[in-house]
């Protein structure tokens, strides 16, 4: 199939961007294009004007900043991977970048647009979620912030405002301590989507014991959601502790069944993977994390 017909502007700074998003209802932004052509080509997705925002500059960049570690909306997934200060000061989502699509499709797919997409099983969308990453849109002259739990309400379905342009993630700076990150997933082939996934960060003081853990669950349900895994918080977080929290705390998961993966089995995925990740994150911690 060819897609339906459409207009196509490229602006080069974002107030052109949000006027011609204003401008048309039916108007999408477009930036590496790996989900939305597709989606075009199968006329899934009939948009009659396409406002193509990678010639805006300012959406482009990964820096450090007092709010934490910007990357703007535009900026390609393969240069996150391969940023020293993502390794460092989000060593969650360094971990997680590796299993986004293919080295083609994450050079041309934009950070920001996985997380606009709002698919329950992006692998960055659900980094965002476990460390609380800050969302910012701008809509007309007006600057808007979500966070992930109030962002993602449903299976590509998301907050953000019609006419509104995502302008960059930020994400929490590194905490002090030995931080470590874990991020595992399970598909029928490699890069292809997930069938359950997860996250995890551990925080040990010097003794090694854990001050503070975060672990969340995609690909399971409608959308990410984080997992509240405080009782690690004062253990030496051994296999037997993190097992048992991971399983009191995955009692009340909602896990949909598909096509692709009953739901029975994606929530016991969803256990042993969320396992793995908090022992891969505990070991990376001990051995003293990713370099600060």
């Known amino acids: 199939m060819k897609p339906a017909p459409f207009s196509y502007v490229r602006p080069s700074s974002l107030a052109e961007a949000c006027d011609a998003l204003a401008s048309d209802p039916d108007a999408r932004v477009i930036a590496g294009g790996q989900t939305l052509v597709p989606m075009l080509a199968m006329r899934l997705a009939r948009p009659t004007l396409l406002v193509d925002v990678t010639a805006i500059a300012d959406l482009v960049g990964i820096q450090e900043t007092e709010a934490g570690i910007e990357i703007g909306a535009a900026t390609r997934q393969a240069h996150a991977l391969v940023s020293d200060l993502i390794r460092t000061q989000v060593p969650l ?13 994450r050079a041309r797919g934009t950070v920001g647009g996985s997380i606009a997409h709002g698919d329950p099983s992006a692998e960055i969308a659900l980094a965002a979620t476990v460390l609380n990453a800050t969302i910012h849109y701008r809509d007309g002259d007006e600057d808007l912030e979500f966070q992930p739990d109030e962002y993602f309400i449903g299976p590509t379905l998301t907050a953000a405002p019609p006419s ?10 590194r905490p002090e301590g030995r931080v470590g990150a874990g991020f595992q997933e399970i598909a029928s082939r490699r890069s292809d989507y997930a069938f359950a996934s997860a996250g995890g960060q551990v925080v040990l003081d010097q003794a090694g014991t854990c001050v503070a853990a975060l672990l969340g669950i995609g690909s399971v349900g409608d959308v990410p959601v ?3 895994v405080g009782g690690l918080v004062g253990t030496r ?3 037997g502790q993190i097992a ?5 705390a ?3 998961l909602e896990v949909v069944d598909d096509l692709h993966a009953t739901a029975s089995y994606r929530k016991r995925a969803a256990a042993r993977l969320a396992f793995l990740a908090l022992v891969e ?11 600060a």
Request: proline share 8%; with cysteine.
């Open 226 to 228: 984080a997992i509240d």
């Open 93 to 105: 989502l360094s971990k997680a970048l590796p299993n986004v699509g293919h080295p083609p499709t």
């Open 281 to 291: 994150a505990r070991d990376d911690a001990r051995a003293g994390g990713a370099a």
């Open 164 to 173: 509104g342009c995502l302008t960059k993630v930020v994400f929490p700076k």
């Open 244 to 248: 048992e929290a991971v399983a009191a």
């Open 237 to 239: 977080l051994d296999d």
């Open 250 to 252: 995955l009692e009340g």
